[in-house]
Protein backbone atom coordinates (compact mmCIF):
# COMPACT_ATOMS: atom_id res chain seq x y z
CA UNK A 1 0.00 0.00 0.00
CA UNK A 2 0.79 3.47 -0.15
CA UNK A 3 3.67 5.15 2.48
CA UNK A 4 3.05 8.00 4.18
CA UNK A 5 5.97 9.28 6.52
CA UNK A 6 6.12 12.03 9.45
CA UNK A 7 8.71 13.40 11.09
CA UNK A 8 9.27 13.80 14.04
CA UNK A 9 8.08 10.62 15.98
CA UNK A 10 8.11 12.46 19.68
CA UNK A 11 9.27 15.72 20.08
CA UNK A 12 9.41 17.56 23.59
CA UNK A 13 10.06 21.55 24.00
CA UNK A 14 9.46 24.43 26.13
CA UNK A 15 6.78 26.69 26.21
CA UNK A 16 6.77 29.60 23.52
CA UNK A 17 8.89 27.45 21.08
CA UNK A 18 8.35 26.63 17.95
CA UNK A 19 7.87 23.11 16.26
CA UNK A 20 7.60 21.82 12.73
CA UNK A 21 6.21 18.24 11.86
CA UNK A 22 6.78 17.19 8.51
CA UNK A 23 5.03 14.66 6.61
CA UNK A 24 5.99 13.29 3.22
CA UNK A 25 4.02 10.88 0.91
CA UNK A 26 6.77 8.42 0.01
CA UNK A 27 5.45 6.87 -3.15
CA UNK A 28 2.29 9.07 -4.73
CA UNK A 29 1.88 12.74 -5.14
CA UNK A 30 -0.79 13.89 -3.12
CA UNK A 31 -1.84 17.76 -3.73
CA UNK A 32 -4.20 17.21 -0.73
CA UNK A 33 -2.78 15.83 2.62
CA UNK A 34 -5.16 16.18 6.11
CA UNK A 35 -4.00 16.82 9.80
CA UNK A 36 -5.42 15.45 12.54
CA UNK A 37 -4.73 16.04 15.92
CA UNK A 38 -5.68 13.52 18.84
CA UNK A 39 -6.14 13.61 22.29
CA UNK A 40 -5.64 10.83 24.93
CA UNK A 41 -8.97 8.22 24.35
CA UNK A 42 -10.00 10.69 22.37
CA UNK A 43 -10.74 9.91 18.08
CA UNK A 44 -9.18 11.98 15.22
CA UNK A 45 -10.61 15.78 14.90
CA UNK A 46 -9.10 17.39 11.75
CA UNK A 47 -7.34 20.60 12.26
CA UNK A 48 -6.72 21.46 8.33
CA UNK A 49 -6.52 20.70 4.68
CA UNK A 50 -2.95 21.45 3.26
CA UNK A 51 -3.51 21.94 -0.62
CA UNK A 52 -0.45 22.02 -2.66
CA UNK A 53 0.18 25.56 -4.29
CA UNK A 54 -2.18 27.27 -2.25
CA UNK A 55 -3.72 28.26 1.16
CA UNK A 56 -4.41 25.39 3.77
CA UNK A 57 -8.11 25.00 4.66
CA UNK A 58 -8.71 25.08 8.46
CA UNK A 59 -11.60 23.84 10.17
CA UNK A 60 -13.33 25.52 12.19
CA UNK A 61 -11.96 26.94 15.63
CA UNK A 62 -8.39 25.56 14.72
CA UNK A 63 -6.23 28.80 14.80
CA UNK A 64 -4.21 29.33 11.54
CA UNK A 65 -1.66 31.79 12.67
CA UNK A 66 -0.89 29.45 15.60
CA UNK A 67 -1.18 26.10 13.34
CA UNK A 68 0.92 26.97 10.17
CA UNK A 69 0.68 24.65 7.47
CA UNK A 70 2.90 24.46 4.15
CA UNK A 71 2.22 22.44 1.48
CA UNK A 72 5.47 23.43 -0.96
CA UNK A 73 5.58 19.99 -3.38
CA UNK A 74 3.15 17.33 -4.20
CA UNK A 75 4.92 15.12 -1.77
CA UNK A 76 5.92 17.42 1.64
CA UNK A 77 3.38 19.00 3.80
CA UNK A 78 4.43 20.64 7.23
CA UNK A 79 2.65 21.81 9.97
CA UNK A 80 4.44 24.12 12.50
CA UNK A 81 2.85 24.76 15.79
CA UNK A 82 3.91 28.81 16.94
CA UNK A 83 4.83 29.43 20.66
CA UNK A 84 3.62 26.24 21.47
CA UNK A 85 1.98 26.26 25.16
CA UNK A 86 1.15 22.92 27.04
CA UNK A 87 -2.20 22.74 25.96
CA UNK A 88 -1.12 22.32 22.64
CA UNK A 89 0.39 18.53 23.83
CA UNK A 90 -1.50 15.94 21.93
CA UNK A 91 -0.74 13.56 19.09
CA UNK A 92 -0.53 14.72 15.40
CA UNK A 93 -0.94 12.61 12.53
CA UNK A 94 -0.87 13.70 8.83
CA UNK A 95 -3.00 11.92 5.96
CA UNK A 96 -3.06 11.63 2.41
CA UNK A 97 -4.92 9.73 -0.42
CA UNK A 98 -3.52 8.05 -3.25
CA UNK A 99 -5.43 8.36 -6.56
CA UNK A 100 -8.27 6.06 -6.86
CA UNK A 101 -6.90 3.53 -9.49
CA UNK A 102 -7.51 -0.47 -9.95
CA UNK A 103 -8.57 -2.23 -6.75
CA UNK A 104 -7.76 1.05 -4.41
CA UNK A 105 -10.76 2.26 -2.75
CA UNK A 106 -8.94 5.37 -1.81
CA UNK A 107 -8.74 4.81 1.63
CA UNK A 108 -6.26 7.33 3.98
CA UNK A 109 -3.30 6.40 4.34
CA UNK A 110 -1.90 7.62 8.07
CA UNK A 111 1.44 8.81 8.82
CA UNK A 112 2.93 7.39 11.98
CA UNK A 113 2.16 10.12 13.84
CA UNK A 114 4.05 12.81 16.29
CA UNK A 115 3.61 12.67 19.91
CA UNK A 116 4.07 16.53 21.06
CA UNK A 117 4.77 17.15 24.72
CA UNK A 118 5.31 20.89 25.57
CA UNK A 119 6.49 21.72 28.67
CA UNK B 1 -23.78 18.40 12.37
CA UNK B 2 -22.40 14.90 10.48
CA UNK B 3 -22.35 12.77 13.36
CA UNK B 4 -21.08 9.54 13.97
CA UNK B 5 -21.99 7.45 17.18
CA UNK B 6 -20.01 4.44 18.27
CA UNK B 7 -19.87 2.56 22.00
CA UNK B 8 -16.87 3.79 23.91
CA UNK B 9 -15.52 0.15 24.90
CA UNK B 10 -16.39 -3.17 24.66
CA UNK B 11 -14.64 -6.46 25.97
CA UNK B 12 -14.89 -9.75 24.59
CA UNK B 13 -12.89 -13.19 25.26
CA UNK B 14 -10.18 -14.92 22.85
CA UNK B 15 -11.45 -16.51 20.41
CA UNK B 16 -14.59 -15.15 20.79
CA UNK B 17 -16.67 -12.84 17.66
CA UNK B 18 -17.56 -9.55 18.55
CA UNK B 19 -19.75 -6.86 16.31
CA UNK B 20 -18.70 -3.20 17.00
CA UNK B 21 -21.93 -1.23 15.24
CA UNK B 22 -21.27 2.49 13.96
CA UNK B 23 -24.45 4.77 13.56
CA UNK B 24 -24.55 7.86 11.45
CA UNK B 25 -26.66 10.66 9.51
CA UNK B 26 -27.41 9.20 6.36
CA UNK B 27 -27.87 12.51 4.32
CA UNK B 28 -23.69 12.95 5.31
CA UNK B 29 -21.74 10.99 4.05
CA UNK B 30 -21.00 8.43 0.50
CA UNK B 31 -19.51 5.67 2.50
CA UNK B 32 -17.82 3.85 5.71
CA UNK B 33 -14.30 2.90 6.35
CA UNK B 34 -13.47 0.85 9.48
CA UNK B 35 -9.84 1.69 10.82
CA UNK B 36 -7.89 0.37 13.58
CA UNK B 37 -5.82 1.96 15.58
CA UNK B 38 -3.26 0.70 18.77
CA UNK B 39 -2.59 2.63 21.85
CA UNK B 40 0.26 5.28 20.21
CA UNK B 41 0.17 4.64 16.74
CA UNK B 42 -1.29 5.46 13.67
CA UNK B 43 -5.05 4.03 12.44
CA UNK B 44 -4.35 1.67 9.95
CA UNK B 45 -6.81 0.56 7.13
CA UNK B 46 -9.52 -2.30 7.87
CA UNK B 47 -12.18 -1.92 5.38
CA UNK B 48 -14.23 0.49 2.96
CA UNK B 49 -18.13 0.07 2.50
CA UNK B 50 -19.80 1.83 -0.37
CA UNK B 51 -22.83 0.01 -1.46
CA UNK B 52 -24.59 -1.92 0.70
CA UNK B 53 -23.99 -5.25 2.27
CA UNK B 54 -21.12 -7.26 3.46
CA UNK B 55 -17.38 -7.30 2.62
CA UNK B 56 -15.46 -10.10 4.30
CA UNK B 57 -11.69 -9.88 4.78
CA UNK B 58 -10.04 -12.32 6.14
CA UNK B 59 -11.43 -12.56 10.34
CA UNK B 60 -12.78 -9.26 9.53
CA UNK B 61 -15.97 -8.54 8.11
CA UNK B 62 -18.01 -5.11 7.53
CA UNK B 63 -21.72 -4.19 6.60
CA UNK B 64 -23.04 -1.67 5.24
CA UNK B 65 -26.93 -0.12 5.28
CA UNK B 66 -26.97 2.93 3.49
CA UNK B 67 -30.96 3.32 4.38
CA UNK B 68 -30.59 2.97 7.54
CA UNK B 69 -27.34 4.88 8.18
CA UNK B 70 -25.76 1.59 9.58
CA UNK B 71 -22.37 -0.08 9.91
CA UNK B 72 -20.62 -2.60 12.00
CA UNK B 73 -17.47 -4.42 11.98
CA UNK B 74 -17.23 -8.58 12.80
CA UNK B 75 -14.29 -9.55 14.57
CA UNK B 76 -14.19 -13.50 14.66
CA UNK B 77 -11.71 -15.63 16.34
CA UNK B 78 -10.55 -13.00 18.13
CA UNK B 79 -6.74 -12.80 19.20
CA UNK B 80 -5.24 -11.18 22.06
CA UNK B 81 -3.90 -8.45 19.58
CA UNK B 82 -7.25 -7.15 18.36
CA UNK B 83 -7.06 -5.45 21.41
CA UNK B 84 -7.08 -1.83 20.22
CA UNK B 85 -9.84 1.01 19.12
CA UNK B 86 -11.63 0.97 16.42
CA UNK B 87 -12.88 3.94 14.35
CA UNK B 88 -15.45 3.85 12.34
CA UNK B 89 -15.19 6.63 9.19
CA UNK B 90 -17.44 8.48 7.19
CA UNK B 91 -16.52 9.47 3.76
CA UNK B 92 -18.26 13.69 3.00
CA UNK B 93 -20.03 13.47 0.72
CA UNK B 94 -19.25 16.67 -1.58
CA UNK B 95 -16.08 16.27 -0.32
CA UNK B 96 -13.29 14.58 -2.43
CA UNK B 97 -11.23 13.70 0.32
CA UNK B 98 -11.88 14.33 3.90
CA UNK B 99 -13.10 11.79 6.83
CA UNK B 100 -15.05 12.43 9.48
CA UNK B 101 -14.10 9.97 12.66
CA UNK B 102 -16.23 8.57 15.29
CA UNK B 103 -14.90 8.95 18.57
CA UNK B 104 -13.56 4.91 18.09
CA UNK B 105 -14.86 1.94 20.16
CA UNK B 106 -11.86 0.59 22.28
CA UNK B 107 -11.63 -3.18 22.29
CA UNK B 108 -10.26 -5.22 25.25
CA UNK B 109 -9.69 -8.90 24.70
CA UNK B 110 -9.38 -11.08 27.58
CA UNK B 111 -7.56 -14.90 27.49
Known amino acids: GAVVSQHPSRVICKSGTSVKIECRSL??????MFWYRQFPKQSLMLMAT?????????EQGVEKDKFLINHASLTLSTLTVTSAHPEDSSFYIC???????????????FGEGSRLTVL | GQNIDQPTEMTATEGAIVQINCTYQTSGFNGLFWYQQHAGEAPTFLSY????GLEEKGRFSSFLSRSKGYSYLLLKELQMKDSASYLCAGHVRGSARQLTFGSGTQLTVLP
Open chain 1, 50 to 58: SNEGSKATY
Open chain 1, 27 to 32: DFQATT
Open chain 2, 49 to 52: NVLD
Open chain 1, 95 to 109: SARPPIQGANTGELF
